[in-house]
């Protein structure tokens, strides 16, 4: 498996509440990623990152921001949970000189749950 | 619009039979066409990709087909084992979105022993 892990695994939180998901990678790869899987929706994009401190918004990036400080490390921020919110998040890596974009390597997930 | 999705959402085989997973696409403007495997608990595993000037691409005992004439891809996967049992989600990727996967709402393969 590539070195991936998220941090929570599992958290439930109330509405209102800041929440930050951590993902941490081994590979040195330059393009991170975050998606949240929901019943009926697959996974969609929330924001990406294609190296330090430059990040873009995804197709679902409302209530949710980015940080990342290092090549490594790709945080995940609500700033005020809602029950909408309440999700699976995957953290995915990349990089374009290994297979290009094609091979995205996902993490394990965090369940996120919003009372 | 950007969509991808999935003619059937279960897939029951029988071990030993061969599996087709079918999807359609509506983005005529798509690279690459990629089949991730997700078992349960787990984060999505690529398992090939078809660039879209192909019809076919065949990887160890997974053959990816295109038509673009009726923006269709399948998946077959040959002798299908309790192993494969997952959910397949077909996925376009945007390079110009940095990588961006748009992807299908996923088809679930239950293989019976």
């Known amino acids: 498996d590539a070195g991936i892990t998220q941090s929570p695994r599992h958290k439930v939180t109330e509405t209102g509440t800041p929440v930050t998901l951590r993902c941490h990678q081994t590979?040195?790869?330059?393009?991170m990623y975050w998606y949240r899987q929901d019943p009926g929706h697959g996974l969609r994009l929330i924001h990406y990152s294609y190296g330090v401190k430059d990040t873009d918004k995804g197709e679902v990036s409302d209530g949710y921001s980015v940080s990342r400080s290092k090549t490594e490390d790709f945080l995940l921020t609500l700033e005020s949970a809602t029950s909408s919110q309440t999700s699976v998040y995957f953290c995915?890596?990349?990089?374009?000189?290994?297979?290009?974009?094609?091979?995205?390597?996902f993490g394990p997930g965090t369940r996120l749950t919003v009372t | 619009g950007e969509s991808v999705g999935l003619h059937l959402p279960t897939l029951s085989v029988q071990e030993g039979d061969n599996s087709i997973i079918n999807c359609a696409y509506s983005?005529?403007?798509?690279?690459?066409f990629i089949w991730y495997k997700q078992e349960s608990g787990k984060g999505p595993q690529f398992i090939i990709d078809i660039r879209s000037n192909m019809d076919k691409r065949q990887g160890q005992r997974v053959t990816v087909l295109l038509n673009k004439t009726v923006k269709h891809l399948s998946l077959q996967i040959a002798a299908t084992q309790p192993g494969d049992s997952a959910v397949y989600f077909c996925?376009?990727?945007?390079?110009?979105?940095?990588?961006?996967?748009?992807f299908g709402q996923g088809t679930e393969l239950s293989v019976k022993p």
């Open positions: 996925a376009e990727i945007l390079y110009n979105q940095g990588g961006k996967l748009i």
């Open positions: 590979e040195n790869h330059r393009y």
């Open positions: 995915a890596i990349s990089d374009p000189g290994d297979r290009g974009f094609n091979e995205q390597y």
């Open positions: 983005n005529s403007a798509s690279d690459y």
